[in-house]
């Protein structure tokens, strides 16, 4: 098998493992039975188990902000907009990968490789709508990136209840449910002209 066919293979077994059994109790012989490999071919792709979970982070991470940046990019109507983004949380945790688990629920969050990339996720995610707020209403840096987080906030935890509790409202309405409240607090900061 090729190189990156391996490693892709490799990151999908440990994505299954590691969401189901979270990093601490997942073994790397678990992983290399997952994936149906020798655990020296899974070393020689990955030299530990911190490095495979970093892999899979940054690539959780990449894919949240392509859904994320596709929702941004969709429409100039800030309101659709909105709705877009929170959806575009909703479709991510509802995802059959769970990569949202590695992202939201890691185990952990004080290991310092993956509070970077944590963090890292959380100014990317607020830099896509901060501009845009910014843009809109002329608030200052600070106060345009503190709403953003704000609506990221929202979007990623009531996504991640909606999935938690059975997902009884359809995901679509429960998307525009969450975009309504964001809507109404962010419509109150007056758009600037020009």
Request: hydrophobic letters at 40%.
């Amino acid at each position: 098998m090729p190189r990156d066919q391996r490693r892709t293979q490799l990151l999908g077994a440990a994505r299954e493992v590691f969401v189901a059994q979270g990093y601490h109790a997942a073994a790397m012989d678990d992983i290399a039975d997952r994936a149906g490999v020798s655990k020296p071919v899974l070393y020689q792709h990955f030299p530990g188990k911190m490095e495979l979970y970093i892999a899979l982070l940054d690539a959780s991470k990449n894919e949240l902000l392509a859904i994320l940046h596709r929702a941004m990019a969709s429409t100039d109507d800030n309101k659709q907009r909105v709705i877009a983004t929170v959806n575009a949380y909703f479709e991510f945790v509802d995802n059959d990968s769970g990569g949202y688990r590695l992202l939201f629920e890691s185990d952990l969050p004080n290991e310092p490789a993956v509070r970077e990339r944590l963090d890292r996720l959380t100014e990317l995610c607020a830099q896509e709508v901060s501009q845009i707020i910014a843009d809109d209403t002329g608030l200052p840096p600070e106060e345009s990136n503190l709403l953003a987080v704000g609506l990221v906030g929202i979007a990623q935890v009531t996504a991640r209840y909606w999935l938690s509790s059975g997902g009884s409202i359809p995901r679509q309405a429960a998307a525009e449910l969450v975009a309504t409240l964001g809507w109404r607090g962010i419509r109150g900061f007056p758009k600037r002209d020009g």
